[in-house]
């Protein structure tokens, strides 16, 4: 099977002694329950880590907004609702590469059910 998100139908045979039995079909479905937010990433340009990639947010929460902000509580960054792979955070500010360090972070679902995630992100660089 492939292991795309959403669903994929398959049909099964069975075969005894050379002989094929009738055809059933299965519907596999694959779906996103949460996130995974990364914690580190580095924006050095060598085509590795380069953003700050935050898989299928996008797909989980359609409606999200991601917010970044320095240790002073300044905003560095705010993705565009519902559209954060599109432009993730790579690791600047008004075009600026920022420096080593530690930002926190505020991605808000826009569900009433979900609360914001909150944490930090380092920007590591060799």
């Known amino acids: ?3 795309q998100i959403g669903s994929t139908m398959y049909y099964v045979t069975q075969t005894v002694l050379g002989c094929e039995g009738p055809a059933d079909e299965v519907a596999v479905n694959i779906n996103v329950c949460d996130i995974i937010v990364p914690t ?3 924006p050095d340009a060598d085509n590795t880590n380069d953003v700050w990639e935050i898989p299928n ?7 999200n907004q991601v917010f970044v902000y320095n240790r002073w509580g300044g905003l560095i960054y ?14 600047t500010y ?3 590469p920022l420096p080593v ?8 679902t826009n ?10 992100v380092s920007i590591v660089l060799e």
């Open 40 to 42: 580190a990433f580095t």
């Open 94 to 96: 008004k075009g600026d």
């Open 78 to 91: 705010q993705s565009e609702k519902g559209k954060y792979s599109s432009k993730p955070w790579d690791g």
């Open 111 to 120: 569900l009433d059910e979900f609360q914001p995630v909150k944490g930090i």
């Open 57 to 63: 947010l996008d797909y989980v929460y359609p409606q």
């Open 1 to 3: 099977p492939i292991d």
């Open 101 to 108: 360090a530690s930002y926190y972070f505020i991605i808000e």
